[in-house]
């Protein structure tokens, strides 16, 4: 259900496809180690599993959240961030999944939260795309906004 329109360009608007399945998906394109970041208005335990599943090739994960639904959910989030290697909270609603390998980069902007919901979802992915370029200086711009959680 993932439809090219280019080299560099994908789209979907379907119920088949959930924010697990673009993870895997690009887990799949990219070799070697990988860096990557994850924002969700929510993260849900098995995602958390997804990402410790696949720890032997993420050298480091950086991931946002919504602060309110974290802290409504402490447990969940002091699990969540023994298994990443940076918690940033803030009023967050974004959903995006970045993967970096050194050499290819792929990013997905989606309305996928990380909680794996059967729903009609719709996305963006960008490989090796110059949007994804701005997409790291908002990040960075994010962060300043953000409370980065401390184990």
């Known amino acids: 259900d993932l439809n090219w329109i280019d080299a560099h360009t994908a789209v979907y608007l379907t119920n088949n496809i959930q924010a697990h399945h673009i ?21 849900t335990e098995p995602w958390v599993r ?5 720890r032997d090739r993420i050298i480091h994960i950086t991931l946002f ?4 639904v974290a802290s409504r959910k402490p447990k969940n ?8 290697d940076e918690l940033w909270l803030t009023n967050n609603h974004s959903k995006t999944i970045f993967m970096d390998n050194g ?3 792929i990013l997905s902007m989606m309305s996928n939260n990380a909680t794996n919901n059967r729903r009609y979802e719709s996305g963006v992915l960008f490989k090796n795309h110059k949007a994804i370029e701005l997409y790291l200086q908002f ?11 401390t184990k």
């Open 23 to 43: 993870f895997d998906y690009m887990l799949e394109e990219l070799t070697g180690d990988l860096k990557i970041i994850v924002s969700s208005f929510a993260i």
């Open 50 to 54: 997804r990402l410790i599943r696949n």
């Open 65 to 68: 959240l919504d602060f309110t």
């Open 77 to 84: 989030t002091d699990y969540t961030s023994m298994n990443v």
């Open 103 to 105: 050499s290819d980069r």
């Open 139 to 149: 990040v960075e711009q994010m962060k300043t906004d953000c409370v980065q959680w």
